[in-house]
Nanobody
Framework: HVQLVESGGGLVQPGGSLRLSCAVSGYATSRNCMGWFRQAPGKEREAVARIDSDGRTRYADSVKGRFTISKDNAKNTLYLQMNSLKSEDTAMYYC?????????????????????RGQGTQVTVS
């Protein structure tokens, strides 16, 4: 049984930082493609970042230079460090787990449709 549980969201002022965590069970972060996507009210899901089995990362242009995705394979946990937050970063953030080959895609968009996702954690920048 695969389970992804996000934590770390909250209310933060513009320019502030948050670190999201995603505890994964039943699915190895060391062998698969992991990512984060977000969804704001009335907007489509937006892929934010992904990390492959070897730790290579890719980011959406909107967060590049401000967000960092990482993982701890020993803890089977995924992270998203978010710095210099802006009001437009306000959204529900979801952790997602996909197959290893899904990190081969050039486009980041696929992260939105990974086979497994968590329940989300709310990030509000205001």
């Amino acid at each position: 049984h695969v389970q992804l549980v996000e934590s770390g969201g909250g209310l933060v002022q513009p320019g502030g930082s948050l670190r999201l965590s995603c505890a994964v069970s039943g699915y190895a972060t060391s062998r698969n493609c992991m990512g984060w996507f977000r969804q704001a009210p009335g907007k489509e899901r937006e892929a934010v970042a992904r990390i492959d089995s070897d730790g290579r990362t890719r980011y959406a242009d909107s967060v590049k230079g401000r967000f960092t995705i990482s993982k701890d394979n020993a803890k089977n946990t995924l992270y998203l460090q978010m710095n210099s937050l802006k009001s437009e970063d306000t959204a529900m953030y979801y952790c997602a787990a996909g197959r290893a080959y899904e990190c081969f895609a050039v486009s980041l968009v696929r992260v939105r449709d990974f086979g497994y996702r968590g329940q989300g954690t709310q990030v509000t920048v205001s």
